[in-house]
């Protein structure tokens, strides 16, 4: 069986590169893109060379980075170009295969075992779309090349900015087996802490350490990182069709004022939960359970989730139950910076059921009937053709 060729095409400092297309003069100036300082999300969301040179990172506050880059320019953020010049990446992607995983608006997974014969190996087909997304697009791009996803990955952060990397059987221990836990796929910030308290500090350790106890400390994880650092892993290139199913579908929302009581709150459950319903509704779906997220004004993060006895797509009847979960686990000891509402255990139409969870007060059925009327409209003559008048009164900015 022919070994597969897997690139992984991550787009440098996507963001910043694309917004200096738009802003040439500050292209040797040290420039972040920053979220909106005015609606408190005063962070900064991607940066160029120049001033990761002088160490602003990806997540911290504005005056943070501008304490280390007094001189920095801050951008905001121009996301339909952003998705614009992702879209435009695959094209040139597809040039070469249309076995393509995304992994994120910035990164996607190519298999190229099966294109070989015409373009040449993985390594001169890296480099063509390296040099054709340059000289395209504009900006420049980092590729993996490697036998599975995991080393191609590895790959692509090794030689940034434009660079080609290449992992190979024969190499892949000189080459990967040094690097540290945290950049293995999948190791999170808790991952790194449990590993590094048994003495466990580079991908080479994850690698010859016993599988026990890595199941010991992560359990079933253990053991998938331990097969990815000994080139293990399988998994295919996934395209995305139009008919896949999401596993779950969220909004959530970071207000210039405080959430301040539960009446706030109840706003915002009601307008998420007309978002996510609307795409249950396109997707044929219905959420099987909820999950809250909550972020409060001194930045402490929670989550709350409940799965259903029952499922169900109706906006009021999912908003009543984020709503619910809300309250019996938050009373309001500060404010709420942010909030978040979340459809998990989604099922399809086949399978999922519906009943009456509210004693006879509400029919749920007749709910559906509703749901679905309203659903029609917004999609003929747009979202904001129908509105909850709590919105529409109230809290306008929610919707």
């Known amino acids: 069986m022919k070994e597969r060729i897997i690139l992984h095409c991550d787009l440098n400092n996507f ?5 200096l297309l738009f ?58 170009k952003y998705e614009e010049y992702s879209l435009k990446a695959r094209k040139i992607y597809e040039r070469y295969t249309d076995m393509i995983e995304p992994f994120g608006i910035d990164e996607c997974w190519l298999d190229v075992t099966g294109s070989t014969v015409i373009f040449g190996n993985g390594e001169e087909i890296a480099n063509k779309i390296r040099n054709e997304i340059k000289q395209e697009l ?12 995991v080393f191609a990955k590895l790959g692509s952060d090794m030689k940034k900015p434009d660079g080609v990397t290449l992992i190979t059987r024969e190499n892949y221990k000189r080459k990967v087996w040094s690097l540290p836990v945290s950049d293995l796929l999948f190791v999170g910030r808790k991952t790194c802490e449990k590993l590094k308290s048994t003495g466990i500090y580079s991908i080479g350790d994850i690698a010859q350490c016993d599988t026990a106890t890595l199941e010991r400390l992560l359990g079933k994880n253990g053991t998938e990182l331990k097969k990815f650092a000994l080139g293990e892993d399988n998994s295919p290139v996934l395209t ?54 909550i972020r409060t004004s001194s930045l402490a993060v929670k989550e709350f989730s409940h799965t259903f006895l029952d ?36 099922k399809d139409s086949k399978t999922a059921v519906q009943q009456d969870i509210f004693g006879g007060e509400i029919n749920e059925a007749y709910l559906e009937e509703i749901e679905d009327s309203i659903y029609a409209v917004r999609k003929k003559f747009g979202k904001s053709s129908i509105k909850r008048a709590t919105n529409v009164i109230s809290n306008k900015t929610l919707n």
């Not at 996510?276 to 909820?290: M, P, R, T």
């Open 15 to 19: 963001f910043a590169s694309v917004s």
């Open 240 to 293: 995305p069709t139009k008919n896949d199913k999401p596993k779950s579908i969220g909004k959530s929302i970071t207000c210039g004022k405080d959430f301040e009581n539960n009446d706030d709150v109840w706003k915002a459950m009601l307008s998420f939960s007309q978002y996510i319903c609307d795409i249950l509704h396109q997707k044929e779906l219905y959420a099987g359970g909820v999950q809250v997220h």
């Open 311 to 346: 499922s169900t797509n109706s906006t009021l009847s999912f908003a009543k139950r984020g709503f619910e979960l809300f309250c019996k686990n938050y009373t309001f000891g500060e404010p709420l910076r942010s909030v978040g509402l979340r459809a998990i255990n989604l």
């Open 138 to 149: 504009g900006i420049t791009i980092s590729v993996g090349v490697s036998f599975n996803k």
């Open 23 to 80: 802003n040439p003069t500050l292209k040797n100036m040290p420039v972040a893109v920053c979220g909106d300082k005015e609606n408190r999300h005063g962070i900064v969301l991607a940066k160029n060379e120049i001033a990761k040179s002088f160490g602003v990172k990806t997540a911290e506050a504005i005056f943070e980075a501008k304490a280390k880059c007094p001189q920095l320019v801050t951008l905001p953020p121009i996301y339909e």
